[in-house]
C-alpha cells in the first residue's frame, strides 16, 4: 500500500542553519499528491506546502520543496532557520485518483525540528 | 470565517463508557475526515465521507468505531466500550471539491480513557 517515510525522530538545528527534513514515499499512482504540514505546540496541523507537478519548486514561507517522482522524494528545505520554525512537520501522500476519490492522506511518522538560538 | 469546529475539546472516560466526538465542518466543504494522534503512532486515518456518504473507514478499528454524517453541517465518530489504548487526539478536516485541495485541521478533540 501507500506509504511515507521522514527524516526520524528530533532534528536539533541552530538558528541560521539550512534546514533539510526528508521525505520519500511509495505508491502505485503515477501521478501522487504530496504535502507538507506543520504542527506547532498545542495547535492543530495546517498546510505548508503541497505539490503534484513533477520537478517544480513550490515555495511558502520561507519553506521550499520538489517533488521527484524518479526518486519518489519531497524534502523540505529552508536556508535559514528561525527559532519559530521549531514544530512537528509531517510529511504527507494524498491517495487520490481522478474521478474516483477525495483522497485522504496517508502520513509519515513526523519530524519534530527544535531551533535553537 | 469559522474553520472546523470540533467539540468537546476534551474528554475523559472510564473504560468501558462510550464517547461521541462531534464536528462541523467548514460551511461549502463536501469531503469530511477524521484522523487520530498519539505520539506513538503519529497521525493515522481513520475515515471519510463525501456529500455525506461514507466513502473510506479502512482505518477505523471495526468492532468499536463507527462514524456518520446525517447532514452537511456535521459528523460524528462514537466509540463504544472505550479502551486505555483508545486514547489520543482525536482530528477532524474539511477540504473543499477535490482530492488536491487543502485539508483544513480543526482544533481535536483529546480523548483520555482511564
Known amino acids: 500500500g501507500d506509504s511515507v517515510t521522514q527524516t526520524e525522530g528530533l532534528v536539533t538545528l541552530t538558528e541560521g542553519l539550512p534546514v533539510m527534513l526528508n521525505c520519500t514515499y511509495q505508491?502505485?499512482?503515477?501521478?501522487?499528491?504530496l504535502f507538507w504540514y506543520v504542527q506547532h505546540l498545542n495547535e492543530s496541523p495546517r498546510l505548508l506546502l503541497k505539490?503534484?507537478?513533477?520537478?517544480k519548486r513550490t515555495e511558502h514561507q520561507g519553506f521550499h520543496a520538489t517533488l521527484h517522482k524518479s526518486s519518489s522524494s519531497f524534502h523540505l528545505q529552508k536556508s535559514s532557520a528561525q527559532l519559530s520554525d521549531s514544530a512537528l512537520y509531517y510529511c504527507a501522500l494524498s491517495d487520490y485518483v481522478v474521478g474516483y476519490n477525495q483522497g485522504k492522506l496517508i502520513f509519515g511518522q513526523g519530524t519534530k525540528l527544535s531551533i535553537k538560538p | 470565517n469559522a474553520g472546523v469546529i470540533q467539540t468537546p475539546r476534551h474528554k475523559v472516560t472510564g473504560k468501558g463508557q462510550e464517547a461521541t466526538l462531534w464536528c462541523e465542518p467548514i460551511s461549502g466543504h463536501s469531503a469530511v475526515f477524521w484522523y487520530r494522534q498519539t505520539i506513538v503512532q503519529g497521525l493515522e486515518f481513520l475515515t471519510y465521507f463525501r456529500n455525506q456518504a461514507p466513502i473510506d473507514d479502512s482505518g477505523m478499528p471495526k468492532e468499536r468505531f463507527s462514524a456518520q454524517m446525517p447532514n452537511q453541517s456535521h459528523s460524528t465518530l462514537k466509540i463504544q466500550s472505550t479502551q486505555p489504548q483508545d486514547s489520543a487526539v482525536y482530528l477532524c478536516a474539511s477540504s473543499p471539491r477535490t482530492g488536491q485541495d487543502t485539508q483544513y485541521f480543526g482544533p481535536g478533540t483529546r480523548l483520555l480513557v482511564l
Open positions: 505508491t502505485i499512482y503515477s501521478n501522487p499528491f
Open positions: 505539490s503534484f507537478t513533477d520537478n
